[in-house]
Structure formats: C-alpha cells, structure tokens
C-alpha cells in the first residue's frame, strides 16, 4: 500500500514568510509525528500526535512552529516568520500505536526547507 | 540524559568487506532500539529492530543487529557490503515506557570503493 506521503518536497521561503509543509500518513495510522533534521544530523522529534489530539509538543523550538491534525489524519506543520535557522529536512512519520503499545514508527521522504 | 551515540561519522568499506557500524545507548532500562537507513533524497527506511528476547535480530538487505547490554551498545552487521548498501545510517532508540519518541544518533556516513 501508500506509504507516508510529504508535500511539498522542496520548499524555499524568504526569511519572515509563513510556510505550510503537509503529512498524509498511512492510512488507518493512529500515532504521527514530525521530525526536525538538520545539515550533518540525526532527525530530532518535534511533536506527536494520537488521531487529532496532539499529546506531546515539547520539541518545538518555539511558538512560531505550530502542527494540527484536526480530523485525525493529514497533519500540517506551520512555520511563522521563517528564520535561516529554520532551513532542514522536515520529517513526518506514521504508525499504528496506541496509548501503551510500541509500533514501528514509517517515514515520508520529507520536506527540505531553505530560509534565504 | 537519556541518548543513543553513533561514534564514527564516517566509514569507507570496499565492496565485498564485511561493515560493522557501532551504536552505544544511555537509558536507565533496557529501551527499544533500531536502525534505519537514509539514501539520499530518501525518507528513512526500517532496517531492524530490537524490542526484547533474542539479542541476534535479522534485518532486511542482510543486515543483522546485536543487542549487548553489558556493553549499551546495539551495533550493526553486514557479512558483504554491495555498492547499494552506500546511504547514511541512523541508530534510534526510545525508552519501553515511552509513546514512541524516537531519539537519533548522529548517524553514520558509509562509503563503498569498488
């Protein structure tokens, strides 16, 4: 079946614009989550989701990032007033956990951001 | 604080070598840990994981894993390298307790030489 789908693939802002990355997870996937990779580095989560409830934001790197899932299945992650240090690879993965289960965790390709 | 720590940056393999790519885990119980694989232009790939029972697990693409917690280390095996198996290489690990927060390395750039 479909895997993680990002859009889209490649993004340039100028510093100051508000971008708009998209998720479509697998379908039927209850957990999401986004993931923040820098130039040379390990992805570094930023925030989780079960279906449309966001229960974990504590890797936002500050109130310009803001993640929504309203109807529990595509997810968008918004940035405020773009920063060069905002340029990386955004990274959302999917899987089916529920509360107190592990599941593995898929991937998209991601989305590469470039702050000019 | 809890973390997984890839040591080598960088390894160059000739094809048909055998790799070893070393992964060492900070966690106050044994966690639930992985290895992934990135190529470029590519999303993250499951190679392996590791959740509980036998130490030896087998991956795709011949890959294996052994989990040593005498040593905190997870490290991955591959018998024969193939010019395909060139990519970046993430171990991850979470805590057993946790929802599924995955915590990186910094990841291992391997090379294949012909």
């Known amino acids: 079946g479909a895997g993680v789908s990002q859009s889209p693939r490649y993004k340039v802002a100028k510093r100051g614009q508000d971008v708009a990355l998209r998720c479509d997870p697998i379908?039927?996937?209850?957990?999401l989550f986004w993931y923040q990779q820098a130039l040379g580095q390990g992805p570094e989560f930023l925030t989780y989701f079960q279906n449309e409830a966001q229960l974990d934001k504590s890797g936002l790197p500050s109130d310009r990032f803001f993640a929504e899932r309203p109807e529990g299945s595509v997810s968008t992650l918004k940035i405020q007033r773009t920063q060069q240090e905002d340029s990386a690879v955004y990274l959302c993965?999917?899987?089916?956990?529920?509360?107190?289960?592990?599941?593995?965790?898929?991937f998209g390709p991601g989305t590469r951001l470039l702050v000019l | 604080a809890q973390s997984v720590t890839q040591p080598d940056i960088h390894i160059t393999v000739s094809e048909g070598a055998s790799l070893e790519l070393r992964c060492n885990y900070s966690y106050g119980a044994t966690p639930y840990l992985f290895w992934y694989v990135q190529s470029p232009g590519q999303g993250l790939q499951l190679l392996l994981k590791y959740f509980s029972g036998d130490t030896l697990v087998q991956g795709i693409k011949g890959f294996e894993a052994e989990f040593k917690r005498s040593q905190s280390s997870f490290n991955l095996r591959k018998p024969s390298v193939h010019w395909s198996d060139a990519a970046e290489y993430f171990c991850?690990?979470?805590?057993?307790?946790?929802?599924?927060?995955?915590?990186f390395g910094a990841g291992t750039q391997v090379v294949v030489t012909p």
């Open positions: 991850a690990g979470t805590p057993t307790d946790s929802w599924g927060k995955l915590q």
């Open positions: 993965a999917s899987s089916l956990a529920r509360t107190g289960f592990f599941e593995t965790q898929y």
């Open positions: 379908s039927g996937h209850v957990s």
